[in-house]
């Protein structure tokens, strides 16, 4: 019988998920208040003095045909993660406050 869920990608460890950052990238972040995806997590910010993440950063489309620069990104405080899946991390988020240029 084939494992379907690999077990490498998230590994149970007492009572959280143990999940690498570069798997991190291929989740699509959803906004639970209206349904929009708002893309893929490009960075994530570190709060070093308490060792957790502060905010998970997604960069928005490009400006020009992908070649110059970016619109701007969403900085969306880890405290608005309503739950990480399998496929997509759910947040909750006003995004109009998120959206820095």
């Known amino acids: 019988m084939t494992n379907?869920?690999?077990y490498?990608?998230?590994k149970e460890k007492g009572s959280f998920m143990y999940v690498r950052f570069w798997e991190l990238g291929?989740?699509?972040v959803v906004n639970c208040r209206n349904g929009k995806k708002l893309g893929n997590i490009g960075d994530i910010g570190?709060?070093?003095?308490?060792?957790?993440i502060r905010d998970l950063v997604i960069p928005v489309g490009s400006k020009?045909?992908?070649c110059v620069?970016?619109?701007?990104e969403y900085c969306i405080p880890y405290s608005a993660v309503v739950?990480?899946?399998?496929?997509?991390i759910l947040v909750d988020v006003d995004e109009?406050?998120?959206?820095?240029k």
Do not use: S
């Open 4 to 6: 379907l869920f690999p």
């Open 8 to 10: 490498h990608i998230m």
């Open 26 to 28: 291929n989740r699509e």
């Open 46 to 52: 570190l709060d070093l003095e308490k060792g957790c």
């Open 64 to 66: 020009f045909c992908g």
């Open 69 to 72: 620069g970016k619109k701007g």
């Open 83 to 88: 739950r990480i899946g399998v496929d997509i």
């Open 96 to 100: 109009k406050k998120c959206f820095v």
